[in-house]
Structures are given as structure tokens and as C-alpha cells.
């Protein structure tokens, strides 16, 4: 792949180079607009290309989210990104990619204002191709900078042509969406199945039942939305160890994955309630280590495990920074799924827990576990058995996925200093 970026000039050459190469490129160089310039509209700091034959990607650093709509023109052909006045502080020689980099898919790129109040983006291109996807999402969690990312990709005549037919008038993406002609994935993951039942309740209850059960439920309602495609790891009752529920997550491209479990504790009856994980290499607590250790005993292939252990990514500083944006973002669900589920069900005492579960250590997509409740607890069966708090949890846990998917969860500094610092811990994810 080649890279063209502004502001910073590494280069760096991994097979899934683009996220964290930016990251490292913006903690290298992090310009600051004017005050004035930035409250009175957006400013691109930041450029970069990513190419070869087959793909582009190319992204703009912003100081805030705009709203991009893309469709293509032919004789030459290009793909054209209309954008809200957005200051360029790039340095214009950044968009002629280098003529070595040939035969990547675009030629050059240019930006600029076309109007007033209106910013356009023109992509020349070197065969036909189509935006996939336009995306724009936080840069650092809980604050305004935003990256655009347009992606690129060959395609034929007609898809080009239908491409082009899309009015400009007709949203590509729009502040924090991960809107596009693809929508993002979601991976439900209904813990255990088939000869692994999980935790086993009061009144006979199984955890591989009720988690299905309610797994299907949320997915129902996800799909409901008409905003995700969303998949299971299980589609019935069948035994699926861990690394391939983690592997067909990453398979599908997964923008989000949430595995559902619901806990037993024998010895203490009187603990209930749901709590949301996220990963982390060290527990919060005794507890969520104990419940780590006995959801990772569950079912795991044991050559599998082995093999992920001997991954010879794990040291790879480009792992290391994929890995770290890509937990923020997973504290960030996991707060707003909290939050919401506090209105639709009992919570856990200490509600928002981590530690280091298998199925969430994937670097690729944002990730949470959630015990449902306690199977140990006669109450908290009942309400897992009870289809109408699976319909108002699960109702609960769309809102926060949506609010997720929105940005509303990543906009609370409403601030809007422009020249905010990037930092190393809270990097967003780009997809
Ligand atoms: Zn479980």
C-alpha cells in the first residue's frame, strides 16, 4: 500500500496499516487552528491517502463533524465529496500522490471552497471506482475532532452510473454515522450452546437458552431499526468455542460485537442484577476476574488459544495502538449501555466492570460482554425468562447502540475548543 498524508510523512507498510498509522501520524504532529478560524467553521488539519490497485482510502483530520454526501462524475471520472465550508490547512502538494505509487486507483485529489458556505473534495481517478463507503467519527472520544473517511473501490459501469445517479442532495454520511452504502455489523454472541449449557439456575434455567433467546430478541429489534445488519455467532443450539466467535466477528467485519451471558454464583444467593464488560489485561475486581476465568474455561479450543498466544502481531506498536482506540470505544459503549439499561432493568451493584475476556480481545471492532443477571437469584430468572423484560432490555440496548453509532455518546464536551490536543489514550476508531 502506498501513503500520502499531510502534516506528518511516515510511511509504514502492515497489512491493516491505516488506523494506526494515522493515529501515530497525528501524535506526531498535532497543528492547532486559530480560535477564530475553528469556532467559525470546521478545519481539516490533517490529510492522508492510503492506496494500491484495489482500494483507497483517503481521510481528512477535521476540528469538528461535517456532513459529506459523495456521488461520482464521469468523462474524466471522478468522485466528487460536497462538504460544509471546511478551512484547508493542508499543504495543497499532499493531494498529487506520488507517480511511483502507480497504478494505484487515484490520480489526484484536490479540495477547496466551491461557494460560499460549501467545500468541495474532487478525486480523480485512474479507472472506475465508487465511493463504499463515507464515514465521519470522533478523533478522540468525548470531544469534536472528527475524521472523514472516504473509501474507494473499484466497481463497474453500472454501480459507477448508479453511483453518479445519487443526488447530491442524498446523505453519505453524516456526524459520527457509519452510514455508506454499507451498513456497519453487529455481532451478537449468545453465550455457550449445544454440549456447553453455561451457568445452570434456580428452577432449571440454562444460560445457553436464555441467552439465545435473548439474543434473538435484540437482534429482531436491531434489524427493526433498518440501520445495521446484524448477525449471530449461533444461529440455534450448537456448541461454538471462543476464538470462532471472535473469528467470525472479524469475518464479517464487525463494527460492533456484544456477547450475552447471564452468571451463576453458588455460594452467594443474594447478588443480582446486569453488568456490562469490557476487556482489560488486568480485572477491576475479584469478582469480574472470577467471572472471566469461568466464561473463558467454558468452552475454548485449546489449540486455538495456544495459537493466538503465539500471534506475532501482540507486539507490534501498530497492534498496540489499534488495540487502545478501539478499548476507548468500548468504555464508551459500555457507559452508555449502562446508562440506558439503569431505565429498563436491575443493574449489578458495581454495573460497568473488565477484565480479560477472550471474546472481547480482538483489536478489530469495539467490543462488550454482558451478564444478564445472576441465574443463582430466583428474581433475576424470573426476568430472564420473562419476555417482556427481554423486549424492554433489549429496547434498552438498541437506544444505546444507536446513540453509539450516532456519536451522541462521543459528544459530551460540548466545548467545542477546535485546537484540542491529541492524545495517545483516547484515539477513535476509523470504522
Ligand atoms: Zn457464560
Known amino acids: 500500500m502506498?501513503?500520502?498524508?499531510?502534516?506528518?510523512?511516515?510511511?509504514?507498510?502492515?497489512?491493516?496499516p491505516f488506523a494506526a498509522a494515522a493515529v501515530f501520524a497525528l501524535l506526531a504532529a498535532t497543528p492547532k487552528p486559530s480560535a477564530a478560524e475553528g469556532a467559525a467553521r470546521p478545519v481539516a488539519v490533517g490529510v492522508k491517502l492510503v492506496q494500491d490497485a484495489g482500494a483507497a482510502v483517503l481521510t481528512f483530520d477535521l476540528s469538528r463533524p461535517v456532513d459529506a454526501r459523495a456521488h461520482t462524475l464521469a468523462s474524466p471520472d471522478r468522485i466528487v465529496v460536497d462538504l460544509p465550508e471546511v478551512g484547508f490547512q493542508l499543504d495543497p502538494g499532499v493531494a498529487q500522490p506520488d507517480a511511483a505509487s502507480a497504478p494505484a486507483l487515484i490520480k489526484a485529489f484536490r479540495f477547496g471552497l466551491l461557494a460560499p458556505g460549501k467545500s468541495r473534495i474532487v478525486i480523480d481517478l485512474s479507472r472506475r471506482a465508487c465511493p463504499v463507503g463515507v464515514t465521519t467519527k470522533p478523533i478522540v472520544a468525548s470531544a469534536e475532532p472528527s475524521r472523514l473517511t472516504i473509501d474507494v473501490k473499484p466497481c463497474d459501469d453500472a454501480a459507477f452510473a448508479a453511483s453518479a445517479a445519487a443526488t447530491p442532495d442524498a446523505p453519505a454520511a453524516s456526524p459520527g454515522g457509519a452510514m455508506g452504502s454499507a451498513a456497519p455489523v453487529i455481532v451478537l454472541d449468545p453465550g455457550h450452546g449445544g454440549i456447553d449449557g453455561g451457568a445452570h439456575g434456580v428452577g432449571g434455567a440454562m444460560e445457553k437458552t436464555l441467552a439465545f433467546a435473548f439474543c434473538v430478541e435484540l437482534k429482531r429489534q436491531l434489524e427493526a431499526t433498518g440501520r445495521y445488519k446484524v448477525l449471530m455467532t449461533r444461529d440455534g443450539d450448537q456448541y461454538v468455542d471462543l476464538d470462532s466467535r471472535v473469528d467470525f466477528a472479524r469475518?464479517?467485519?464487525a463494527a460492533l460485537f456484544v456477547s450475552i451471558h447471564a452468571d451463576t454464583l453458588s455460594d452467594v444467593a443474594g447478588v443480582s442484577g446486569s453488568t456490562v464488560y469490557t476487556v482489560a489485561d488486568r480485572a477491576s475486581d475479584a469478582e469480574a476476574a472470577r467471572i472471566a476465568a469461568h466464561e473463558n474455561a467454558a468452552d475454548r479450543d485449546p489449540t486455538k488459544a495456544k495459537a493466538a498466544e503465539d500471534d506475532p502481531g501482540v507486539a507490534d506498536i501498530l497492534f498496540d495502538l489499534k488495540r487502545r482506540e478501539t478499548r476507548a470505544y468500548s468504555h464508551l459503549f459500555s457507559r452508555t449501555l449502562v446508562e440506558d439499561l439503569r431505565d429498563a432493568t436491575r443493574l449489578n451493584h458495581n454495573p460497568e466492570r473488565s477484565a480479560g475476556f477472550v471474546v472481547l480481545k480482538a483489536p478489530e471492532f469495539p467490543s462488550v460482554l454482558i451478564?444478564?443477571?445472576?441465574?443463582?437469584?430466583?428474581?433475576?430468572?424470573?426476568?430472564?425468562?420473562?419476555?417482556?423484560?427481554?423486549?424492554?432490555?433489549?429496547?434498552?440496548?438498541?437506544?444505546?447502540?444507536?446513540?453509539?453509532f450516532a456519536g451522541s455518546g462521543a459528544t459530551e464536551d460540548a466545548a467545542g475548543t477546535p485546537g484540542v490536543a491529541f492524545g495517545a489514550d483516547h484515539a477513535a476508531p476509523t470504522r
Open 2 to 16: 502506498d501513503q500520502k498524508e499531510g502534516r506528518a510523512g511516515e510511511r509504514m507498510g502492515p497489512a491493516r
Open 371 to 404: 451478564e444478564l443477571g445472576y441465574l443463582s437469584n430466583a428474581q433475576d430468572v424470573a426476568a430472564l425468562e420473562s419476555p417482556e423484560w427481554r423486549t424492554r432490555t433489549a429496547a434498552a440496548m438498541t437506544k444505546a447502540i444507536d446513540a453509539f
Open 251 to 253: 469475518d464479517a467485519d
